[in-house]
């Protein structure tokens, strides 16, 4: 099959600069086209496009911004495969994925993928921090960083794979962001296709964001998942209320420490030492540990507060989620 690969960029020509040199490197010994969306940038990654020209099969579009949901339907209606996947601009890609991606498809079919993310050692110590905080078993049960255990595997759209039968069955991404990929896969699973996690299709995920933006990402990510309960309440979960009832215990914990009871807060204490100690010998430096404390933290705050407030608006007080939260919605 033809593999398409479609990556959505906006205002990132370093970013696809790098992407591209890994891809150049692949193993893979197949034809595959590679489609690159600019949503709209001010800094446009035509002249990178150029650059790999005469090594990758690279086909460019500039379109008006819509944001990256929208974005990638406009380049999977544009591709000429048959299999598409679906890269973030910050991601790098090892030389062996495709050929692991072509392997794992013949061997077991799915029309729906998704893959794990890793950090390189050339990465930055927040990066590899927020890296631990998004992957480990400890934080995120490990669904971002090749687990299985928790449930039906929903893809994340920085590496998924999708097939042209399913993008056409299922239109593709909607509109809110974030949120439009498991949106996706939900669609996906009630119109009858399956999706799978593929264990050795990972990606380098450079995440280039500061402590600031991170943390308004995972707030992002927590006020869309009550948007998605209210759509699909079918295949809401308890774990999703697991980073709110994290803030709210370590807030009583304090305020059960001034009467004297501090059973609690020596539950948060091991937990956090648990993740130091993890992230220090996962990433072979006490540095990195003690920085993966903040990450976690700000991703459990950011996540619990957000989610909190979508839920009192969203499924207590039913508001319309375009009107409670504009800023989650693309206008297609």
């Known amino acids: 099959m033809l593999f398409s690969l479609i990556i959505p960029v906006y205002n990132r020509p370093d970013e696809v600069d790098e992407l591209l040199e890994s891809l150049s490197k692949t193993t893979y010994d197949q034809i595959f086209e590679i489609v690159l969306v600019e949503d709209g940038s001010t800094l446009r990654c035509q002249d990178v496009a150029q650059k790999y020209g005469d090594k990758l099969d690279i086909s ?3 379109k008006e911004n819509s944001g990256p949901g929208d974005s990638r339907n406009y380049g999977m209606k544009k591709a000429r495969g048959d ?9 790098i890609i090892p030389i062996t994925y495709l050929s692991e991606v072509d ?16 950090a390189l050692d050339s990465f930055s110590d927040i990066q590899k921090a927020i890296n631990f905080a998004m992957t480990s078993f400890l934080t995120t049960g490990g669904i971002r960083g090749g687990s299985e255990k928790i449930g039906k595997f929903q893809p994340r759209s920085f590496n998924m794979g ?3 039968k399913a993008f056409e069955a299922s239109k593709g991404f ?5 949120g439009e990929d498991p949106d996706l896969s939900i669609r996906l699973w009630n119109l009858g296709f399956e999706t799978r996690l593929f264990q050795n ?5 450079k995440r280039r964001i500061d402590w600031e933006k991170f943390s308004i990402q995972v707030s992002k990510f927590g006020k869309a998942r009550p948007i998605l309960n209210s759509w699909y309440p079918q295949y809401n979960k308890l774990t999703f209320f697991f980073p709110t009832f994290f803030i709210i215990g370590f807030f009583v914990s304090l305020i059960l420490l001034v009467f004297n009871q501090d059973f609690l807060l020596k539950f948060y204490f091991g937990y956090f030492l648990a ?14 540990g003690y920085l993966s404390i903040i990450a976690v933290w700000k991703q459990f705050y ?10 009192i608006k969203v499924i207590l007080l039913k508001q319309n989620p375009q009107e409670a939260f504009p800023g989650l919605f693309f206008k297609n």
């Open 275 to 288: 993740l130091f100690l993890l992230s220090s010998i996962q990433n072979k430096s006490i540095k990195i």
């Open 60 to 62: 460019y579009y500039y």
């Open 162 to 164: 999708l097939s042209r």
């Open 302 to 311: 950011g996540y619990g507060t957000g989610f909190l407030e979508s839920y």
């Open 201 to 205: 299709a990972f990606v380098y995920h």
């Open 174 to 178: 909607g509109n809110i962001h974030p």
């Open 83 to 91: 299999y598409y996947i679906i890269f973030d601009s910050d991601c």
């Open 103 to 118: 392997k794992a498809l013949k061997e077991n079919y799915v029309d729906c993928f998704g893959g794990p993310d890793k």
